[in-house]
């Protein structure tokens, strides 16, 4: 049974950064692509990045390019979302998805696992 489980979600101000993590357990984080969503009020939830299981492919949605990055940490056994010079649009609650895809995808249909995510505030 693959679990996923996020943290680091807060309160930040705008200009400030943010790292989220995301804690895989029954399988080791290589073993899947990971991704990383967002869902704000009112929205549809939407891509936010992924990482392709062997760690030499991303993806990244257009309005967090240059911004955010998306890395695992294999000794802990997560995938993190490195977050800088937040906007208020970025505002939202988080989630970490694992994906049996051998590219990048950024089609949530493709994602097998996913965490109860954390919410993350930007406050100006």
């Known amino acids: 049974q693959v679990q996923l489980v996020e943290s680091g979600g807060r309160l930040v101000q705008a200009g400030g950064s943010l790292r989220l993590s995301c804690a895989v357990s029954?399988?080791?984080?290589?073993?899947?692509?990971m991704g990383w969503f967002r869902q704000a009020p009112g929205k549809e939830r939407e891509f936010v990045a992924a990482?392709?299981?062997?760690?030499?492919?991303?993806d990244y949605a257009d309005s967090v390019k240059g911004r955010f990055t998306i890395f695992r940490d294999n000794a802990k056994n997560t995938a993190d979302l490195q977050m800088n010079s937040l906007k208020d649009e970025d505002t939202a609650v988080y989630y970490c998805?694992?994906?049996?895809?051998?590219?990048?995808?950024?089609?949530?249909?493709?994602?097998?696992?996913w965490g109860q995510g954390t919410q993350v505030t930007v406050s100006s």
């Open positions: 998805a694992a994906s049996g895809s051998l590219r990048p995808t950024h089609y949530s249909y493709e994602y097998d696992y």
């Open positions: 029954g399988r080791t984080v290589s073993a899947y692509t």
């Open positions: 990482l392709n299981w062997s760690g030499g492919s991303t």
